[in-house]
């Protein structure tokens, strides 16, 4: 990190910016509101409310309500048909002023907690809290009814519909989605006034040329060019002479989509630009002379600057449009090193290791013994086999088949039905209960079997044909067996969670725009295409509306027609004011539509079809954009290149060695997790050897300080969301899986340190730009390892030293005991050796003595020897009983220091896993080997 300029200059680029914009907005962040302090009792207590798990869940509550209440509520408060509703609307406003409420009061306790402009985290410096506030202000505004009735009211009301912007704020994924939206905004911009002047530019060409020759007599019969306006006067009848027919006047109009005026030519081109034009080339293709009649093909030529605008507009700017929106989830425009770790990242959650704890898995000799089998290599092949000998048979099925062939078809299939169901009560008994609801592989094997055991149960040609889909789900398990099949499987199922943040995004878009189109549209006269089957009078009708326009491409050109209808061809407001002889309820509504109907439409196109739709093409992009990599990767040693998947998946296989089935690696373990892996993640090399030098030892330790700030880090935001940890625990296990080890960090981050630090050159620039903060940390907690571990290292040498102590004192007690007892023996022996000679020497001289001088001779010769023997039996009594008590006060001596030493060694901190353990290992092997 420091060694890289990129990230060096980043840093202080960054660092650069945060001065001068403290500098000149000249805030104090520790004051908010020009009194509170960061202490403030206030304040604090405004903090506590609002990081509460409590309060964030009471809010999440009240925006649903909100949500769910809007759809309830109708376009207009004095709109018939109150009682249909489920809840009546006062009861709706009562709701409504308690919701406003508890927002305001989220309002007023997160501006004391964070100020309002002041600090850098304050309210509105962020978008999404401006977005709550404007969402807040109308809310109150339309609870006092400040604008009754008009465009004011309809506005106001119109902005209801913001909202669900709520639950983007609140939910992560959502705010990605948006963000990587927003960082498109450039380039879409400048797609977008690209476009703008290619419709413009367009529309005034088409009114210089088509203006005013596209008039036609409505009912056209007997008007022919080069007759024209002229004659198109008095009546025609329609139907038969002879009677049942009736008589229309004739009119002079213009189509729908015309040039006669740059708001109506702009109008047109747009419907050109979203491929909407058939009908409008017809007519172009007619045109003659101004207040003459249209005549076929008269001028085909016009239809060239449609064709035109369709390459231009449609067919390059507006898939440059898309494309941008695409690229902003897609890699493909990332540097080599970005495109390699997001892989890497990719693949680390593919082959998480899952959280099975070994207790919930069987260790009865039984199911061992079948988990051993049904984990082998044999068991995988026979049902493969089983299943492809399965859908070879079936896919034999044919029309008009013979009986024998059909008994063998159901004799086939009944056979490999029990095959199915020995296999699946092979695996509950290998695997229990719980371990066989843990693979999903597993699931769906049991789902085939009952479904097609239903099938053969119930004996009908439906539950048949529902039984034989069930057998074929079994053909996607084969598609693990192929690599490249596999990848893209795995890519699929990873898919989708992601995807699930894009469906509920494209969900609340499509219900702000019901709600709004219910606010428009809801009483709106029917007409052409508004009807019974597209209409916006509540809002489930105006949901379904807006999925046939942007899924199913429904004529919404015609109803931005039917939209626009204004007086005298409607009615502005149901009132004595506006209808002469009203003799009803007065109203604050019509039937009338407005003639910005068509910004609507072309928002719903746009943001709808054009940026919501495409998401799903981008997020699914960004997933499979390194499907080609993993199938024409060449995996090396060294990852120079990235890692395979197979590589990713040992990594995961060693991590199971020490995370016990919890997910999780205990910070002391981190030693012996980097010395089982192999290079460069590892010490290991390529034959296997340990490679533990100074500078993996360093590595090794930067590792675990980092894995003990993520500790803290973990520890910190534990507690402050203590509610949601304790409900979690109680209802879903949220810290059940760490609880096994005290300081542990989860495999992901495990992983990705060890990455960071090993392998720096596959970690992208912003990556570690984003590090700055913690590296810092990092290191302030290595220099506390390090001179713990030299503290631990200089109480472990005086502790040994202690003992040497010990044990040499024990030897020489031991030493001067052997020499003592061999010094006295050899006494004892010389003074035998003197009495036996002096007693030769009194016999040889005394031989002519008398026998009763050689017996008193002789009595004293044993007086002597019994003397001698007792005095050197006393002696050696002595010294040994001398000797005994010195060894025993030693032992004890040294027993008690050698214990203390080792109690001293043993209380130090396991968690660095360092010379504490080492000294007492070596102190025990030196006490063995003495």
Same mark, same amino acid.
């Given at each position: ?40 009792? +206030? ?116 902005? @209801? ?14 705010? +990605? ?13 400048? #797609? ?129 449009? #898309? ?42 000799? #039984? ?161 052409? @295409? ?66 910005? /109907?068509?910004?609507?439409? #072309? ?91 100074? =500078? ?21 935001? =534990? ?69 713990? *571990? ?47 000679? *002096? ?61 203390? /030493? +080792? ?28």
């Amino acid at each position: 990190l420091v060694r890289d300029d990129t990230v060096k200059k980043l840093v202080e680029s960054v660092q650069l910016q945060k001065t001068k914009q403290k500098a000149t907005l000249n805030l104090d962040s520790d004051r908010i509101l020009f009194c509170l302090y960061r202490e403030h009792p +206030i304040r604090r207590a405004a903090t506590y409310c609002v990081q509460s798990a409590t309060f964030q869940a009471l809010i999440m509550a009240s925006i649903l309500t909100s949500c769910v209440l809007l759809a309830l509520t109708p376009a207009h408060r004095d709109l018939p048909g109150d009682g249909e509703s489920v809840i009546t609307l006062e009861q709706q406003r009562w709701i409504d002023l308690a919701l406003t409420i508890a927002f305001t009061v989220e309002f007023l306790l997160a501006v004391l907690s964070t100020g309002l402009l002041g600090p850098r985290d304050a309210y509105f410096r962020s978008l999404w809290n401006v977005v709550d506030f404007v969402v807040l202000v109308f809310a109150w505004v339309d609870e006092f009814t400040l604008f009754e009735g008009g465009s004011l009211a309809k506005m106001a009301r119109m902005f @209801r519909a913001l909202r669900p912007l709520r639950l983007m704020k609140r939910n992560v994924g959502m705010r +990605i989605i948006i963000d990587a939206l927003i960082d498109t905004l450039p380039p879409v911009l400048y #797609v977008t006034v690209c476009a703008a002047v290619n419709v413009f530019a367009s529309a005034v060409i088409g009114v210089a040329v088509l203006g005013g020759r596209m008039h036609r007599c409505s009912p056209s019969e007997g008007i022919e060019y080069p007759q024209g306006k002229v004659e198109c006067a008095g009546a025609q009848v329609k139907g038969g002479l002879g009677g049942g027919g009736f008589l229309l006047p004739r009119s002079w109009h213009n189509p729908d989509a015309h040039f006669d005026s740059l708001e109506a030519a702009l109008g047109s081109m747009i419907r050109v630009m979203f491929l909407k034009y058939s009908v409008l080339l017809e007519d172009v293709m007619d045109v003659t002379e101004v207040d003459k009649s249209p005549r076929k093909d008269a001028s085909s030529w016009v239809a060239g600057l449609l064709i035109l605008n369709v390459v231009v507009s449609s067919l390059l700017v507006l898939n440059i449009f #898309v494309g941008f929106i695409v690229d902003g989830f897609n890699v493909s425009a990332k540097s080599e090193v970005s495109i390699l770790y997001a892989r890497f990242i990719r693949q680390l959650k593919a082959h998480r290791p899952p959280k099975t704890l070994p207790k919930h898995l069987p260790q009865n000799g #039984v199911s061992v013994s079948a988990r051993r089998f049904a984990e082998g290599r044999a068991f995988e092949v026979w049902s493969g086999l089983c299943v492809t000998a399965n859908v070879i048979i079936m896919m034999t099925g044919h029309r008009s088949a013979s009986d024998s062939f059909q008994e063998f078809i159901y004799w086939q299939n009944l056979a490999f039905l029990i095959e199915l169901v020995a296999e699946c009560l092979l695996l509950a008994v290998a695997y229990g209960p719980r371990g066989f609801f843990r693979d999903g592989w597993r699931v769906l094997d049991l789902m085939v079997a009952f479904g097609t055991s239903l099938g053969y149960i119930l004996q009908n040609n439906t539950a048949s044909q529902f039984a034989k889909g069930f057998r074929l789900l079994r053909v996607v398990r084969l598609l693990r067996i192929f690599p490249p099949v596999r990848i893209i499987l795995e890519t699929l199922l990873a898919s989708i969670p992601q995807l699930g943040n894009v469906v509920l995004l494209l969900v609340l878009v499509y219900t702000i725009f019901a709600v709004v189109a219910t606010q428009l549209f809801a009483v709106t006269m029917y007409g052409q @295409r508004l009807g019974p089957t597209a209409s916006f009078d509540s809002f489930g009708s105006s949901m379904l509306t807006i999925l046939m326009i942007v899924q199913a491409g429904d004529e919404w050109q015609v109803m931005w027609n039917d939209c626009s209808v204004e007086p005298p061809y409607c009615t502005a407001q149901f009132s004595s004011a506006h209808v002469y002889g009203w003799t009803g309820p007065e109203y604050e509504f019509g039937d009338c539509g407005t003639r910005w /109907a068509g910004l609507f439409f #072309v928002l719903v196109n746009v943001v709808c079809a054009c940026v919501m739709l495409n998401l799903y093409i981008g997020m699914i992009l960004n997933n499979f954009a390194f499907i080609t990599d993993d199938v024409a990767h060449i995996p090396d040693a060294q990852w120079s290149t990235g890692p395979s998947g197979d590589q990713v998946a040992e990594v995961s296989q060693k991590f199971r060695l020490f995370d016990a089935g919890t997910g999780r690696l205990p910070v002391v373990a981190v030693r012996a997790f980097l010395q089982s892996l192999p290079q460069p993640l590892g010490f290991l090399d390529e034959k296997g050897n340990m490679v533990y030098g100074k =500078i993996e030892r360093a590595l090794e330790k930067l590792i675990r300080s980092e894995l003990y700030v993520l500790v803290k880090e973990e520890r910190e935001r =534990i507690g402050k969301g203590r509610f949601r940890s304790r409900w979690r625990s109680k209802f879903g296990g949220g810290l059940a899986s760490s609880a096994r080890f005290w300081n542990s960090v989860p495999y992901d981050q495990v992983v990705l340190t060890c990455l960071f630090w090993r392998m720096p050159q596959m970690v992208p620039v912003l990556v570690k730009a984003g590090r700055h903060e913690r590296i810092q940390d990092v290191v302030l907690t290595m220099h506390a390892l390090t001179l713990k *571990e030299f503290l631990l290292k200089r109480v472990g040498r005086r502790k040994r030293q202690q003992l040497q102590g010990v044990l040499d004192e024990k030897r020489r007690l031991k030493e001067g005991k052997a020499e003592g007892e061999g010094a006295f023996s050899k006494e004892s022996k010389e003074d035998e050796a003197a009495t036996g000679e *002096e007693a030769q020497q009194h016999e040889e001289g005394a031989g002519a003595v008398s026998k009763d001088a050689e017996a008193d001779a002789g009595e004293e010769v044993q007086q002597y020897e019994g003397g001698a023997d007792a005095v050197s039996k006393d002696a050696e009594a002595d010294a040994g009983a001398d000797a005994e008590q010195h060894e025993e006060g030693a032992r004890a001596q040294g027993l008690q220091r050698e214990t203390e /030493a +080792i109690e001293v060694v043993t209380e130090q901190d396991e968690v660095l896993g360092g010379p504490g353990g080492e000294v007492e290992e070596k102190g025990k092997e030196e006490s063995a080997r003495e």
